[in-house]
């Protein structure tokens, strides 16, 4: 759905001085809002309609495996058995802008064989229409409708619940989030634009902000700053009914293809610190878009098929929504970190990368 955003904007320079912290409006209500129980935080939900299972393990999940996980032998049953394969990206797909060997000939013969595909990744910074154009640049044939980016799962929540359109988003993440909430029909504040704002200790200096703020999105941001922490904190603590929506908590990212750089979950961490409260996670391993495309393409779950290269997210999103999961190599997991025995997560199958789907034949009898 489409509508004219009105963008709001806060100033580009505060002011804040350490001998007004105590007397600072969020810090006083510090001890009422932390204290908080997790069924009065679920009250300040907009409609009182239940929300989907977005929040880690779903009643239909098959949880935690104790089994080893199985190197994957035979593609073509595992293939046979399913009618749609998830896909993740960044370690799957792709690392940082270069395509992983052997993903077109993969993907084409899935389809070949009449499997459903669909792309989903935790990275927030990119809208589904800007990632429709980095497959283009890969040269892969993926539609917009194929692919389910945490930018696109965070408008979709708000949705959900009948976000009130007269609220505003503030944003800590890249432009991927405001596209979508701006797609969504949804005001919004903040985003990179704040990136360049700073506090200035000055004495006397109450840093104000928008009251009509009823949720903080938080996402990947290579622009997070102290403004952006302080202006979330309070937002989330002062005004009544705020909500705390995070993109996802990984810890880690592929922003190139030559090491694992801080992700999403660093930004994240920095408001559960401030605020002292737990986000709305709408991206893997929760629920939600697991839901979501089940319902929107029809599904069942049991004939799904979850490819990650993470445990706590890809794996662990698939084993909550009750599919199949195979884990490859070619990302942030290791063969000796799936084999840890302080390692709980553990796939249906494990391979090196998505194109052992053309070289893995049934033994001959």
Not at 60 to 70: H, K, S
Not at 320 to 346: A, D, E, F, H, Y
Request: charged share 20%; glycine share 10%.
């Amino acid at each position: 759905m489409l509508a004219s955003i009105s963008r709001a904007s806060s100033s580009s320079s505060v002011t804040l001085t350490l001998s007004q912290l105590s007397s600072s409006r969020f810090l006083g209500h510090a001890k009422r809002i932390s204290a908080a129980p997790e069924s009065a935080r679920a009250a300040r939900r907009w409609s009182s309609r239940t929300a989907p299972s977005q929040f880690g393990m779903s009643s239909g999940g098959r949880g935690v495996r104790a089994a080893a996980a199985q190197p994957l032998r035979n593609a073509d049953e595992l293939v046979d058995s399913v009618e749609t394969f998830i896909f993740d990206c960044d370690g799957v797909i792709w690392k940082g802008d270069k395509l992983i060997d052997g993903v077109p000939e993969t993907l084409d013969m899935l389809r070949s064989k009449g499997k459903r595909l669909v792309f989903v990744t935790n990275n927030s910074t990119k809208s589904r229409k800007q990632y429709g154009k980095k497959f283009e640049t890969l040269g892969l044939n993926v539609s917009e409708e194929e692919i389910f980016a945490s930018s696109f799962a965070a408008a979709a929540y708000l949705q959900s619940i009948e976000f009130p359109k007269e609220k505003k988003v503030y944003v800590i993440g890249e432009d991927g989030i405001l596209k979508e909430l701006e797609l969504a029909g949804f005001q919004y504040l903040g985003g990179p634009e704040d990136g360049g704002k700073k506090i200035e200790l000055k004495p006397g200096f109450l840093m104000e902000h928008d009251e009509s703020v009823g949720a903080v999105v938080v996402g990947f941001d290579r622009y997070f700053n102290y403004y952006k922490i302080q202006y979330g904190t309070l937002c989330i603590r002062e005004n009544p009914g705020c909500l705390f929506i995070a993109t996802n908590r990984d810890a880690v990212t592929h922003l190139t293809d030559a090491q694992e750089w801080a992700g999403g979950g660093s930004m994240v961490g920095a408001l559960i610190g401030s605020t002292q409260r737990e986000p709305h996670v709408v991206g893997k391993p929760s629920t939600f878009m697991m839901d979501y495309l089940a319902k929107k393409f029809n599904i069942l779950k049991s004939q799904i098929c979850m490819v990650g290269d993470r445990l706590d997210t890809d794996i662990l999103f698939g084993q909550n929504g009750g599919c199949k999961t195979l884990l490859v190599l070619s990302g942030v997991t290791t063969l000796p970190m799936l084999q840890n025995p302080n390692n709980s997560i553990q796939p249906d199958f494990y391979t090196n990368k998505i194109s052992d789907f053309l070289s893995l034949k049934a033994a001959p009898v």
